[in-house]
């Protein structure tokens, strides 16, 4: 069996701040010692608020149930859709609809804030996953994945909205 490779990114999908409390994400994004992070900041609703702290590529994805927002704190993202290119300065932001197949670059440090639905935070490389503790029932969310981790594409499903395990083995046996 061929080793899983090691992904780039550092994504922690623990809810920092509940309601009433002041987020400082400066103070965050100045502590980042990661190339490419990602923090779940809080939850308002049915979304997360994300801090991304991200230099480099994102591999090519899409998000088939939810849209996706990001908005530029600081330095300039650049997101590549399948017919154009997106630059983002600071103070602006951009949203991706569902089924589009994009990925996110930035040249240097950049700091942005996204804004997904809880059912489509981004676990370990990309896949979605609904968020523990959500009442809703269970439904079937399908990614699709492509770029620098894969010579192909892939479709992956998962219908379990806890165990990560039986995700990890499918996304190694996809890449054997």
């Not at 702290?53 to 998000?63: D, P, S």
């Not at 088939?64 to 399948?82: N, P, R, S, W």
């Amino acid at each position: 069996m061929a080793a899983t490779p090691s992904f780039p990114y550092e994504t922690r999908l623990n809810i920092l701040h509940k309601s009433l409390e002041v987020i400082d994400e400066k103070a965050l994004a100045d502590a980042c010692e990661f190339t490419w992070y990602n923090q779940t900041l809080c939850k308002v609703n049915d979304s997360v608020v994300r801090l991304g702290v991200v230099q480099g590529e994102y591999h090519w994805h899409k998000h088939d149930e939810d849209e996706e927002f990001f908005y530029v704190v600081d330095g300039k993202l650049l997101i590549d859709i399948e017919d154009r290119k997106v630059e983002l300065s600071p103070r602006q932001g951009f949203v991706i609809p569902k089924g589009v197949m994009h990925r996110t670059r930035a040249q240097r440090r950049t700091v942005i804030l996204m804004k997904q639905s809880t059912w489509s935070c981004n676990a370990l490389i990309g896949t979605g996953i609904a968020a523990a503790g959500n009442p809703r029932p269970r439904r079937k969310l399908t990614h699709t994945m492509r770029g620098a981790f894969l010579d192909r594409s892939v479709a992956l499903e998962y219908t379990t909205r806890f165990d990560l395990s039986p995700l990890v083995r499918a996304v190694a046996a996809a890449m054997t």
